[in-house]
Every structure is written in structure tokens, then in C-alpha cells.
């Protein structure tokens, strides 16, 4: 398979660009005080623990590729911890630079495996929807005890209600709808060859699409026998399940870091709230640019509305998004930029033996 290496050109920092000049649009629009900020983050930071948001960070993505790895090695893909892992930050380079969050790592992932171990597709596919559908039922879980503690704390607003209830119902909606994807292969068949005909039709006969419907029929069908294993794997999803809720709630320890960095820590309860939205919203998988100034409007406005001060949410959420944002993507690329130079070497070492 032929490598994609990514080129560095002004193109890749234009959006992650779009994102900051959206959210200081954002908080200019509503007054908020940025020289304030900047005296903030300046004057109160505590840098060490600031500090250990980073490590929370390297170890969330860790359980969250150790999460992924047990699903993938138990359908006989192996992979070891380190090309996981590595794979991991590759498809999270790939969810920032392509307006596609919620499936362009996934489809990175897809092929960064069966570039190294071949006919392999259905079975990556397969893994790759129960660790999403895994997710979906700790999003889920996590919007119901954010909304059910905000009730018990007296805390609960219209906007955050009305939010989280759309958010939940959504999420659930796409959750039924994967799972019934799962179970009727005839389903799956019918929308692989209703895409082949798609393309032989605006393509007016000229793509000669035998072959690739041939290889689709043959990864939908590895798909679901792979599924149908899943369905008799308990022991491997509760350790997946389980090495997701650790990825989970280091992914809150992060938010309640950058709070406390700064001298203002906030109740666990607004940490669940905002992040089980945000990453609800991302979960769903419509395409939507969600890191173009979306992530961070969101965050900000949620602080405020759950009685964070103005000035402190906006310090924290920039704070948040140099970790969640600007340090994944230059962690990310340096993953992908270490996958694909090695790909191109082993390939010039394989042509080299093939010549020989």
C-alpha cells in the first residue's frame, strides 16, 4: 500500500489558526477582559502542577490506545503496545488537521494496520466500532451523572439541561442505530453495494469497481464475524471497557489540573458537565470541524453558565487547549512523521531485496 506522508505547508496549521482567531472573536464579543487573562496565567500558574496535566494527557492517550489494543489483538491482529499507541497519536494528528473529527483518526488507524498486515480491514473496522461504541456508553454515562449531580447540587440551568438531554439522546440514537448496523450483515451488504452502484453511476462506467466490491463484500462479512466473536468475548471487553474509563477519568484529571494550576479549583461535578458535553458533540459522527473555535466557545460558555468567573473560564480553557490541542498536534505529527519515514524505508529496503 502506498504511503500517505503528510507534507508541512501553512495549510496544516490553518484551521487549529481558524480555532484561536474564532475563540478570541468569541471572548472580544463578549467583553472579556484578555489582558486580565494574560495576567493571569502569568501571575498565578502553578507551572508543576500545570505540569502533571501533561503527564495526565500522555497517559490518558496511553490507556486509550491499550483500550483499543485489546480488541484489535483479540481478533488475531497483533499489535504491540508501542505501534498502538503510536497509531493512536497518528489518527489524532489526522482528527485536528481533517474537518472530519469524529472519524478521520479512525480511518487513519484502518489504514496504518492493514498497510502492514493485509485483509485485515474487517477485522480493524470491527474493533475500531466496538471501542465507539464503548465510548458511546461512557459518554452516555457521563452526561447522565454530570445532568444528575448538577440536580442534587440545586446547580441544574435550562440551557445545560436541555443541552445534555439533546446530547444524550443523539449519542443513544447513534448507539442503536451502530448496534443494529452490527447485527444485520444484510444491512451492512446492502449499503456496501448501494455505494458501488453510487460510484459506477457518476462515474458514468469508466471505474471498473468489480474488484473493490469484491473486497468490500469480503471485509463487510470479516466485519461480522468478527462482531459475533465479540459477543462472546466478556473478558475482553470489561478489560477494554475498563482501560477506557482509566483513559476517562484522566481526561477529567486534566481539566481539574488546569483549574488548579491557576489557583482555582472547581467542583469535580462542572469537570463532568463540560467535558461529557464537549466530547459528546464530537463523538457524533457527522464531520463537524470541532476544532475550528467550537471546542473552546463551548468550554468557556459552559464555565460561565455553571458559575465559573469569565476571566477564569476563558484562562482555563486556553490553558486546556494549549494540552488538548496544540500539544496533541505536535505530538501527533511527530507520530506521523516517524510511521511514514519508517514505511518509506521499509519499503526501499523490501525493493532493495526483491532486486537482489
Not at 135 to 150: F, Q, R, Y
Not at 184 to 199: G, H, M, N, Y
Not at 245 to 259: E, K, P, Q, R
Request: glycine share 6%; with cysteine.
Amino acid at each position: 500500500m502506498a504511503s500517505m506522508k503528510f507534507k508541512v505547508t501553512w495549510k496544516t496549521f490553518l484551521l487549529p489558526a481558524l480555532g484561536l482567531i474564532a475563540f478570541f472573536a468569541y471572548l472580544y464579543f463578549f467583553n472579556v477582559d484578555i489582558p486580565k487573562i494574560i495576567a493571569t496565567v502569568q501571575q498565578r500558574i502553578d507551572p508543576s502542577i500545570y505540569s502533571w496535566a501533561i503527564v495526565f494527557l500522555i497517559l490518558q492517550t496511553f490507556f486509550f490506545s491499550l483500550s483499543w489494543r485489546s480488541l484489535v489483538n483479540f481478533l488475531s491482529v497483533k499489535l504491540s503496545v508501542v505501534k498502538s499507541f503510536l497509531y493512536v497519536w497518528y489518527g489524532i494528528f489526522m482528527d485536528i488537521i481533517i474537518p472530519a473529527e469524529s472519524i478521520s483518526g479512525e480511518i487513519s488507524r484502518i489504514y496504518l494496520v492493514t498497510r502492514e498486515q493485509d485483509k485485515t480491514t474487517g477485522k480493524v473496522v470491527a474493533s475500531l466500532v466496538t471501542h465507539r461504541l464503548i465510548g458511546m456508553t461512557v459518554n452516555i454515562t457521563s452526561l447522565l451523572l454530570g445532568i444528575s449531580l448538577l440536580i442534587i447540587r440545586g446547580q441544574l440551568s435550562g440551557i445545560v439541561l436541555n443541552l445534555t438531554l439533546f446530547l444524550t439522546s443523539a449519542i443513544t440514537a447513534f448507539l442503536v442505530l451502530l448496534i443494529l448496523l452490527c447485527v444485520k450483515e444484510k444491512w451492512t451488504l446492502k449499503i456496501v453495494d448501494a455505494l458501488i452502484r453510487f460510484a459506477e453511476y457518476i462515474s458514468r462506467g469508466r471505474w471498473r469497481l468489480a474488484k473493490i466490491r469484491e473486497e468490500a463484500v469480503e471485509a463487510a462479512r470479516m466485519f461480522h464475524a468478527s462482531m459475533r466473536e465479540f459477543g462472546h468475548a466478556q473478558k475482553t471487553l470489561s478489560a477494554s471497557s475498563f482501560l477506557y474509563v482509566l483513559a476517562w477519568l484522566l481526561s477529567l484529571g486534566i481539566d481539574y489540573l488546569v483549574f488548579y494550576s491557576i489557583g482555582f479549583p472547581v467542583s469535580l461535578t462542572v469537570i463532568i458537565v463540560t467535558y461529557s458535553i464537549v466530547v459528546a458533540v464530537r463523538s457524533i459522527p457527522i464531520g463537524v470541524p470541532f476544532e475550528v473555535g467550537l471546542p473552546e466557545i463551548t468550554m468557556t460558555t459552559l464555565y460561565i453558565v455553571l458559575g465559573v468567573p469569565p476571566d477564569i473560564s476563558a484562562t482555563a480553557t486556553i490553558l486546556n487547549r494549549i494540552l488538548t490541542l496544540w500539544l496533541r498536534f505536535f505530538i501527533g505529527f511527530a507520530a506521523q512523521q516517524w510511521l511514514e519515514i519508517k514505511a518509506i524505508k521499509t519499503a526501499s529496503t523490501g525493493n532493495i531485496m526483491g532486486k537482489a
